[in-house]
């Protein structure tokens, strides 16, 4: 199956003299040992840039999505979806700090640094569960390399990390729960499911400079990923010269959204100087 591969994968790959990825796991010892070159960091680090402008509109448009789907009644499948973003995100945030993720028969994390190589990290256990598959190994990167920094790691909902509280959250209702609760309101401040309201709920979330929605169990579904949707757009900015949105990606993002919430749709996307 041919599909758009991640240009930071491609890119290592063709470093070391792979030409093709179905031969990649015999390049294994070649890629532990491999340090990174300045003409390496040159490469790879602007094919990460270009990953993470893609990333960040996966993730906008998941987000975006979910919330015309919350306005219009339907809440259940959005907490997948917000989960899926918030996801989308914590790569861009990585990336944005001068690194990238790669995989060879593991998940590695790359720092652009000159001799650097790659470091495995979907491996051990965090919190008594084995660290194994995109999703686990990226929020170990998060706590491992940001947790000090990361306001989001700042504060806990129902005693769990931010980041893990929205990954259960995704399983309780995709797997758990063995039934989707439409019409009623089980995951969200009720505001979100009225669509002339949800617009508003969601202006206050991005607002609020404390930002304590975000780890209040009533609303953090929906103003963790678009508090962190800002904030990775700020941390993209001092490494992308230009907006990583076309205007046509921009289209579809209001488009999906239905309308509730254009407000915060222009803030985040149409303040051109500042990304």
């Given amino acids: 199956m041919n599909f ?34 300045p003409q390496d960091i040159q490469l790879l680090s602007e094919a990460a840039n270009f990953d993470a402008a893609d990333t960040y509109y996966k993730g906008l448009l998941t987000l975006s999505d979910a919330i015309g789907a919350i306005g219009s009644g339907f809440q259940s499948w959005a907490v997948i979806k917000l989960y899926y973003s ?14 990238g993720i790669v995989k060879n028969n593991g998940i590695f994390l790359l720092d652009f640094v000159q001799g650097a190589g790659p470091v495995k990290y979907d491996k051990g256990r965090r919190n008594g569960v084995d660290v194994k598959g995109d999703h686990k190994t990226v929020i170990k990167i998060m706590v491992d390399l940001f947790g000090g920094a990361d306001f989001f790691q700042s504060n806990q909902i129902d005693g769990k990390l931010t980041y893990d509280w929205m990954m259960d959250m995704r399983e309780v ?8 609760h439409e019409p009623n309101c089980e995951y969200f401040d009720a505001r979100a499911l009225d669509n002339s309201r949800i617009g508003g709920l969601i202006a206050e979330y991005c607002t609020d400079e404390n930002k304590i929605h975000c780890f209040q169990e009533d609303h953090a579904l929906l103003a963790l990923p678009c508090n962190l949707a800002i904030e990775v757009k ?25 309308g ?5 749709l222009e803030y985040l996307f149409d303040q051109r100087a500042q990304i």
Avoid at 15 to 23: K, M, P, S, T, Y
Avoid at 260 to 264: C, G, L, R, S, W
């Fill in 86 to 99: 918030v996801f989308y995100f914590l790569r861009c945030y990585i990336y944005s700090h001068n690194k």
């Fill in 4 to 37: 758009d591969r991640y240009r930071l994968q491609a890119g290592l790959e063709s470093i070391l003299g792979c030409g093709d990825v179905a031969q990649w796991s015999g390049f294994k010892t070649a890629f532990i040992n491999h340090q990174l070159t």
């Fill in 260 to 264: 509730y919430a254009n407000n915060y």
């Fill in 234 to 258: 700020n941390k993209m900015s001092a490494i992308l010269e230009e907006h990583p949105l076309s205007e046509s990606q921009i289209g579809v993002l209001k488009s999906i959204s239905k």
């Fill in 173 to 180: 209702v995709n797997y758990r729960e063995r039934v989707f």
